[in-house]
């Protein structure tokens, strides 16, 4: 079975969840982008940068109120890709600190209305997803009890 496919299936997993959110995880260079944009490009699904969500609409909220409108406009805006499986890459971009984004309760309700898969720049230990960023300073974890992992190999 190829990678694709493997892909495929795991996605195919998710579907009857109440939040259908998928994260694939893999070492830097292991091939997560490549395979979500094989799948856009097979499926049709969309192919997201996350980077894309962070509209004016949201800079334009102040911070305190960030946190509760970023699933409301985000869903918005991935309503206009007009796609159920919505493929989102770079979600480091929700971790900077001055957008104040509960990372997980974004992707739980985003994943309430699409199925939602998630490149996910780290691992997971004990049970946590894990980004330790660059320059060494700390490590943005999430719980990962509730959610659907595929690494890639």
């Known amino acids: 079975m190829s990678q694709l496919e493997e892909f495929l299936q795991q996605v195919d997993s998710v579907q009857d969840r109440e939040e259908k959110i998928l994260i694939v995880t893999g070492k830097p260079g292991s091939g997560k982008s490549k395979v979500l944009r094989e799948a856009s490009e097979a499926k049709g699904w969309s192919y997201v940068d996350c980077r894309l969500l962070i509209t004016e609409k949201f800079l334009e909220l102040l911070p305190t109120e960030r946190a509760e409108m970023a699933s409301k406009i985000m869903k918005e805006v991935l309503s ?3 796609s159920d499986v919505v493929l989102l890459d770079r979600v480091q ?3 900077v600190p001055v957008f104040h984004i509960d990372v997980k309760r974004l992707l739980n309700e ?14 997971v230990k004990d049970n946590t997803l894990c980004y330790d960023k660059f320059d060494g300073t700390e490590s943005i974890k999430m719980p990962a009890e509730d959610l659907k992992i595929w690494e890639v190999k």
Do not use: E, Q, R
């Open 110 to 123: 985003l994943g309430k209305d699409f199925t939602i898969v998630v490149a996910w720049p780290g691992y």
């Open 93 to 95: 971009t929700f971790f």
């Open 80 to 82: 206009g890709y007009n």
